[in-house]
């Protein structure tokens, strides 16, 4: 039950209106509202109403549609009582066609008002200066009349009276509903981007959320925000009238107000919702990732009297599960204005399809967006589509049934090995790489692995690497000796990439070239000018790939940059780091694409801070933690030189992660990094950040690294090199080294 706010307060009339001529009513109400505007008004007895942008219009001979209208309109903006309408081309005529009111009949000198106005092609070209004159007409009249004048309040003025003008003809109307209907009165805060409760009231019921839906369902938010699309659809499902919980309309300050109607009117409003108080309710949830916002969401719907309806938890969307066989998931995901936001966002929106065709069979969705081009990242098949507007922002409602499980597809199976073809050329090549995938292909498969190296330099007369990431090979050529001519290193290459497209069966779509030469800095993190395609011409760039790793998907850029975003060498470590960080904090220095940040929140980690020098990987990241179903205030991105932001940090972390370049040298920002010259200040420094029980893991890259000996008497230093290393890497050496740190602990 709600506490109602509803209070009798009310100026008592003076006057009865004495004509019959009929009440003119205006429901105004967002665009895309209209037609549900409408169908309110007929149902609550509005005579023939009629749409034009913007609002409903109809008339009575009794005030009880417009007071129905106030304290059951889910749709409407107000509800107007049109009193004049006439021409007023120029400011004289608007105070002239005021002043012919008798606004003695409609409040006194001692309630407050003010004037608010519109202009729509008007030959007055100042709101302000309009609302002035009808002030000044009223408030001339009133001083002619009594020698007295009512106040102007235009924060909380008692009546609020309308002005449209539209062209030459003006419209003044009295404001029945005072404050706008969309301030319900239950709201204290509000998350990023809130939904007024109009437009929220709407998207539930396009939705399919009706009066008494049955207790074996269940309604969803997965990211609920302030809950206000809680709110409503449960107002919806108790057959709530939303203007019982405000406390104050503007027809309680009018002299026509009816206060005996307008009171068995809440009278009747309240019995409707009582006889819903003790039929079974179905189960109402919402989930968001920021803590904080969860608790303004709990103190919205304690304010709304719902707070033993709604249950409010807080939860990331990749840890989301069906509570009932059937039900609606009903959400308004974050927009995005930034960059980095909209490239989160919009893989966000591909993380919440796949979390709704995977668990949600038998489902309905009601899937909310500013972003409509957007929309086919969900991959579902919409059934309905609704245009509305968010403030400004033009938007879309997108409805859904879930297609059911979906199909489970083997992506260790994509590519498989074809027999060899004698006339092939490079016959040395083509048996090495056959042999390594009749090795690979096998363990890769039982491991549940869809992206690792099957050829790495093997022969050097075959000097590149290759790399299946699930469907696509990704092929590297390293620089060949100076006692190898280009044409014969050319020719060889060819060769090899003839061999790999006829053994691995791989169409040339799916083929991916890059020759990698020595590099300096961090060249091998910029842009590849002319990037090449699978044939070896200049091709679009920009595109990501979605990839899978330890029930992770990751998005990967086989054209722009040398490397991917996804180090295939470092998957064992991030598999450790995953079981390391459950229920500890999280810090990834020098964090490239952030893959260890999704495997530590998909581990359990309570919070995450994502440090890298580069905009461009950090949006990568914040990607990556959006299409795995993670964000929000409990995971942070910092970009910054991780040696000055560590010096900066007062933070403590369980599980820290550094995997520095060998060399950086921005040019920009004009930084220099140097491992072997500058890992024992970074990992000092790390290590003060390092909680007493903490682990550090270190890596790098640089095959002559020499870890400083000094570090390993300051702390519990251990080699885990032969721990991180996968079976695709065996035998090449050591293509990373990696140790882990610890505080020495007190009894030592």
């Known amino acids: 039950m709600h506490a109602h706010r509803i209070s009798g307060r009310s100026v008592r009339s003076k006057r009865r209106r004495n004509t019959k001529e009929p009440y003119c009513f205006v429901a105004t109400c967002a665009a895309g509202l209209e037609n549900l505007v409408q169908e309110e008004i007929s149902s609550l007895g509005g005579n023939e109403p009629i749409t034009v942008p913007g609002a409903v219009t109809w008339q009575a001979t009794s005030l009880k549609t417009a007071y129905l209208a106030c304290l059951w309109s889910r749709f409407s903006s107000r509800i107007l009582l049109r009193l004049t309408q006439f021409e007023a081309p120029t400011p004289e005529e608007l105070y002239a066609g005021a002043s012919k009111i008798d606004w003695s009949r409609h409040f006194n000198g001692d309630t407050s008002f003010a004037v608010y106005c519109t202009l729509v092609k008007s030959e007055l070209n100042h709101s302000h200066y309009a609302s002035l004159k009808i002030k000044d007409a009223i408030v001339d009249q009133f001083r002619n009349r009594t020698g007295e004048r009512p106040d102007v309040d235009v924060r909380t003025p008692g009546l609020r009276l309308n002005l449209h003008v539209e062209g030459t003809t003006a419209t003044l109307s009295l404001d029945l509903s005072g404050d706008s209907l969309h301030r319900r009165g239950y709201r204290s805060g509000a998350g990023e981007a809130p939904l007024k409760e109009t437009l929220a009231a709407a998207i539930a019921h396009l939705s399919g959320v009706q009066v008494g839906m049955s207790s074996a369902t269940c309604l969803l938010d997965p990211m609920c925000g302030s809950a206000t699309l809680l709110i409503e659809a449960a107002l919806i499902i108790g057959d709530s009238a939303p203007g019982l919980l405000r406390n104050n309309f503007g027809f309680q300050h009018w002299l026509g107000h009816n206060e005996k109607m307008w009171q068995a009117l809440v009278d009747e409003a309240v019995q409707r919702e009582d006889q819903h108080a003790d039929t079974p309710w179905p189960m109402i949830i919402g989930y968001d990732a920021d803590p904080q916002v969860v608790a303004v969401a709990r103190k919205n719907i304690t304010n709304a009297g719902l707070g033993d309806r709604i249950t409010i938890k807080q939860r990331q969307l990749a840890r989301l599960q069906p509570p009932a066989a059937e039900g609606l998931l009903l959400t308004n995901p974050p927009y995005g204005e930034r960059l980095s936001e909209k490239e989160a966002v919009k893989y966000l929106y591909r993380a919440l399809g796949r979390v709704f065709r995977q668990h949600f069979s038998g489902w309905q969705l009601g899937f909310f967006t500013a972003n409509p081009d957007l929309a086919d990242m969900v991959g579902v098949r919409w059934q309905g589509r609704y245009r509305l507007y968010n403030g400004p922002l033009k938007c879309r409602l997108l409805t859904a049934s879930s297609p059911g499980p979906a199909e489970v597809i083997d992506k260790a199976t994509q590519l498989s090995l074809q027999e060899n073809d004698p006339e092939l050329p490079a016959e040395d090549f083509a048996h090495r790489l056959s042999k390594n995938c009749q090795r690979l292909f096998p363990w890769a498969k039982e491991n549940n692995i869809t992206c690792f190296r099957v050829y790495d330099a093997d022969i050097p007369e075959y000097n590149l690497a290759v790399d299946l990431y699930e469907q696509w090979v990704h092929v590297q050529e390293y620089e060949p000796p100076a006692t190898v001519s280009p044409e014969k290193a050319e020719e060889r290459f060819n060769q090899a990439l003839q061999v790999i497209r006829h053994l691995l069966g791989v169409p040339h779509s799916q083929l991916f070239i890059k020759k990698r030469r020595k590099q300096r800095g961090t060249e091998q993190y910029q842009k ?221």
């Open 528 to 748: 590849r000018s002319g990037a090449a395609d699978k044939t070896g011409k200049a091709g679009k760039t920009g595109k990501l790939y979605e990839v899978h790793e330890g029930g992770n998907c990751f998005l990967v850029n086989f054209t722009d940059y040398l490397d991917t975003g996804l180090f295939l060498d470092h998957r064992k470590t991030r598999a450790m780091l995953a079981e390391l960080t459950d229920g500890k904090t999280f810090l990834n220095l020098f964090a490239y694409t952030g893959s260890a940040t999704v495997y530590a929140a998909q581990g359990g980690a309570v919070s995450t801070r994502t440090v890298d020098l580069s905009e461009k990987y950090l949006i990568r990241a914040q990607a990556n933690l959006a299409l795995n179903g993670f964000g929000g205030a409990l995971h942070q991105f910092s970009e910054a030189d991780c040696l000055q932001w560590l010096k900066s940090c007062r933070d403590r972390y369980g599980v820290i992660f550094v995997d520095p370049p060998t060399f950086s040298n921005s040019r920009h920002k004009k930084i220099v990094f140097d491992v072997q010259q500058d890992h024992p200040e970074l990992l000092r420094l790390a290590m003060n950040l390092l909680t007493r029980d903490g682990v550090l893991v270190f890596s790098t890259n640089f095959r002559k690294f020499q870890l400083d000996t000094e570090l390993e008497e300051e702390f519990v230093v251990r080699e885990i090199t032969d721990l991180t290393l996968p079976e695709d890497f065996q035998g090449k050496g050591n293509i990373h080294r990696c140790w882990r740190f610890r505080h020495h602990s007190e009894e030592e």
